[in-house]
Each structure stands twice: as C-alpha cells, then as structure tokens.
C-alpha cells in the first residue's frame, strides 16, 4: 500500500506561542507609538501658540500696541464690586481678525458688556449668545479638547508675583492674584516700547490646564471669550493669570488625586498635559517649552515686563 502523505499544520501550543510572540511585539511598540503622536500632539500646540504670538504682534502692527487682557470700564489692579455692565471682553476675543475668524468677532460687543451666564460679553445676534468651543484656543493633548466646553489652554500673562508687596500685584483673597506689571491686564495697552526687560525675556502667553469646566463646578465655568468671573464682590480673570506659583504645581487637576481645579487656582497657576512643564509664547512671538522645574524667581520675572530680568535662555 502507498503510505498516505501527512499534512503539515500548526498545532495548539505552535498558534498560543505566536499569539503570544505578537502580543509582547504590541506591547513594546504601543508605548513608542503613544510617545509619538504626543510628540505630533506636543509640536503642534507649541505651533498654535506660536501662531497667536503671530496674531497678537499683527494687532500691535494695526494698533500700536498689544490688546488689552479684558477690556473694561474700571481701571486698576484689583478689581473687586465690578458691575456686571462693566464686563467686557479679553484679548481671545480682540484677536479673532488675525486668526481668520472675522465673522465671529462681528458676533460680539466688544465694547461694553452685559452679562449673559458666565460670558461676560454682550452678543449682537442671538445665535452667538451660547458660546461654541473654538478649536484656535485648543491644546490637543488635552483630553477636553474636541469636547462640548468651550474652554481654552491658552491664558495672556498679566505679570509675575510672589506677594502682594511686589509693584503692580494684588490679591482679592489670599489666593486670587491680579497684576499689571506684565504685557495682558486690565485695560492694557502695552507696547513693545513699554517692554524694556527685551520682548526675548517676557512672556505673552502661557499654557494653562486648569480653567474650569462646564459641570465640574456648578453654576460655574469660564470659557476662552470670558473676561471676568463675577458675583457680588468676588471678582476673578478668566483669560489671563500671572506667574505666582510654579508650573503644574496645583494639584486640584482631573489627572490627579486633588479632585477638579477651582476658580482661585487658574488665575495664578500655569500648567500642561506634556510631561516636564509647560509651552509660554514670548514677547517676540517665539514659543518655548518652559520646564516645571525652572527657578520660581526667574519664572515670575519672566511674567513681568520691565523689572530688569534679562538673561533668559531656553
């Protein structure tokens, strides 16, 4: 008889040992494929923030000097009992012309405001009374990112404090800070004449983590149009924040223990979702990434415009 041909095959212990071959494969690629696209994630809100840098400079070529943080009726450093008239809007908003969102800026009133929730800007159609997120003001490694809160990681620095002795700092509480020793304040208008520290060695913008969201503190969240949070007598900025403490060092964050941030954290404190620190926009509109360790002292001289901080080496 003729001997039959045997077939070839994998047997059950041969497909488990592949199987688990790929698996380990996986494992050690997913880790490298996740620090790459937070790379791509990385260098592209470092581009967005450059990008802004570039928005605010065409506005001081237009107007002669950079926006105002918030646009208001009150003048001074710390604002507290502000009327609800007296709100207007920040610099997110002055400078929508300049990142091709013209139709947008008509949208608003950008002189006077009246209140509407916790936008305290006035509307000129109602469609616009609700708030959209704007994708501009968006860091993409920011798991809030693409979702239905139109926040911003994005805030225009008011200035440097350490305490309220510090020229041109005050606090409305023992944790909420405001300044105008920087370039975005209160009714600025500060020139790149009026920076003599040099516009390498002053921020413009940083990265921020900790605005509020909607559903995270009730009745209250701030979006990137808001200028000022106000009820009563408590008064707090929204879009911009000075250096006081030092980068990421809050720990009321969702990504840890601390539970969500509260309204006397963002106005004082910056932050990022990469590893090590955060983005900050120069005065010349270069982007840096600024390391969570960088010495306090330098860190919120670097807030500040003209207090004779020089040196500053990325």
Known sequence: MRARKLRSGFTLIELLVVIAIIAVLI?????????AREAARRAQCKNKMKQLGLALH?????HGAFPPGVVTDKPGICQTGISATALGAPWTVMILPYVEQGNLYQSFNTTSGTYFGLY????????????????????????NAGGENATTNYMGISGGCSST????????????????????????????RDITDGT????????????????????????????????????????????????????????????SPTHEVHPNTLGSRHV????????????HFISENIDITVYRGLGRKSDGSSGFSP
């Open 27 to 35: 494992a050690l690629l997913l880790p490298a494929v996740q620090q």
């Open 58 to 62: 065409n506005y001081h070529d237009t």
């Open 120 to 143: 305290p800007i006035e509307v000129r159609t109602e469609s616009a009374r609700q708030i959209v997120r704007n994708v501009v003001y968006e860091c993409p490694s920011d798991p």
């Open 165 to 192: 002795g510090d020229t041109g700092c005050c606090a409305t509480s023992t944790a909420r800070y405001q300044s105008n020793n920087g370039i975005l304040y209160n009714d600025s208008r500060t020139a790149i």
């Open 200 to 259: 390498t060695n002053t921020f413009l913008i940083g990265e921020t983590k900790y605005l509020v969201l909607k559903a995270t503190n009730p009745g209250y969240y701030a979006t990137w149009a808001s200028g000022y949070y106000q009820v009563a007598a408590d008064v707090n900025t929204q879009t911009v924040a000075a250096c006081v403490n030092q980068i990421n060092s809050s720990l009321l964050d969702p990504g840890k223990s601390g539970g």
């Open 276 to 287: 090590g620190g955060a983005h900050h926009t120069m005065a010349d509109g270069s982007s």
